[in-house]
Each structure stands twice: as structure tokens, then as C-alpha cells.
T-cell receptor, first 110, second 112 residues
């Protein structure tokens, strides 16, 4: 079945550094979503992408819908301590099924 | 953000207990979902309700029983659970079936 491969699994970075993570699928997706989950909380939607090649920003976060429609990228610029958490990608395929990645755990060292 | 609320936030239960999880959405959405989140695993979709009708049941054991009395409320009734059912149970809603989903804070369940 389809899987979403999210990488890296974890990141340890210094405050102020930029962060990049990505998500790939084995098949074409129509929608890519990026969520952040804080400990003990549910995922919060950060960015939604609906068109191949689309580049969308939300503050210091920028996400892109890959032109192959099989991948997506999330970048965080100038990281701060409150960026700590787990970042999940989610994709919706042509059959309208949603799949979630296993998450990237981000630690920001002050 | 209080668009989707869940109660209780934490629950400890024995294997012979019966309990219920509650989810309420204040977003005017038509679809609601239950997910199970276990450590190191992707979110697992359990049930989908659209306009109060169950449209998907992802091979979930019968010890989990969902109920959707109206488009704003979703319950997950639990009985005779197993320790491996311990997880974070997340509720989500979307405007219509399979559109972008918004999650509640989850119920952390521990089965002893």
C-alpha cells in the first residue's frame, strides 16, 4: 500500500538555524498538508498545498508541493525554541484517502 | 484554538471497564474522524463520519464503538480494551468528507 516517507526522523539544531524536511510518496497526491504537534496535544495545521509547484508561506515556515506530485518540502527559517515539536506531513491521493508520515522530531538548542 | 475539543484529556482504565471519549467541533464541519496515534507509528484512521453517517470503518476491533448523534459531536465507546490499545486518540473534523482536517488535542488513554 501507499506509504509516506518523512525525513529526517529527528533533528537537533541551534537556535537561529534554518530547517528543512521532506515527505515523499509512492504515488501521486492531490493535496499535501503539514502539521505540528506539541507534546500532549493534537496536530495543528500549518500549511495546506493544493497544486503542484505551489509554494506557500506561513510566517517563517515555507512549504512546497513538488512538481512530480510525489513529494513536499517544509522549511523553517531562523528557528526559535518554540519551534520544538513533531512535524507531520499528510497527503491526499487521487482516491481521496489521507496518509500521514511518521513525523520529524525537531529540537532547538538555545 | 478551540475549534475541536476532546474530553477527557487523560484516561486510565482497566480491561473490564467501559468508558467513552467525547469530541465536539465548533467549526460547522460535516465530517468527523477518529484516529489512533501510537509511538513511532503514523496516524491510524479508525472511523469516518459524514453528515452523521459512518462512511468508513478501518477494520477496527469491535471493542471500539463509535457514535455520531449529530454533525458536531462524535463519541468513541470503549469496552474490554487491551493494554496494546493504550495510545493517543485524536478526533478531527473537516468541512466535507476527506477535505483538510483539523484536529482536537487528543485523549491520552492508558489501559491497565
Amino acid at each position: 500500500g501507499q506509504q509516506l516517507n518523512q525525513s529526517p526522523q529527528s533533528m537537533f539544531i541551534q537556535e537561529g538555524e534554518d530547517v528543512s524536511m521532506n515527505c515523499t510518496s509512492s504515488s501521486i497526491f492531490n493535496t499535501w498538508l503539514w502539521y505540528k504537534q506539541d507534546p500532549g496535544e493534537g496536530p495543528v495545521l500549518l500549511i495546506a498545498l493544493y497544486k503542484a509547484g505551489e509554494l506557500t508561506s506561513n510566517g517563517r515556515l515555507t512549504a512546497q508541493f513538488g512538481i512530480t506530485r510525489k513529494d513536499s518540502f517544509l522549511n523553517i527559517s531562523a528557528s526559535i525554541p518554540s519551534d520544538v515539536g513533531i512535524y507531520f506531513c499528510a497527503g491526499q491521493n487521487t482516491g481521496n484517502q489521507f496518509y500521514f508520515g511518521t513525523g520529524t522530531s525537531l529540537t532547538v538548542i538555545p | 484554538e478551540t475549534g475541536v475539543t476532546q474530553t477527557p484529556r487523560h484516561l486510565v482504565m482497566g480491561m473490564t471497564n467501559k468508558k467513552s471519549l467525547k469530541c465536539e467541533q465548533h467549526l460547522g464541519h460535516n465530517a468527523m474522524y477518529w484516529y489512533k496515534q501510537s509511538a513511532k507509528k503514523p496516524l491510524e484512521l479508525m472511523f469516518v463520519y459524514s453528515l452523521e453517517e459512518r462512511v468508513e470503518n478501518n477494520s477496527v476491533p469491535s471493542r471500539f464503538s463509535p457514535e455520531c448523534p449529530n454533525s458536531s459531536h462524535l463519541f468513541l465507546h470503549l469496552h474490554t480494551l487491551q493494554p496494546e490499545d493504550s495510545a493517543l486518540y485524536l478526533c478531527a473534523s473537516s468541512q466535507d468528507n476527506w477535505e483538510t482536517q483539523y484536529f482536537g488535542p487528543g485523549t491520552r488513554l492508558l489501559v491497565l
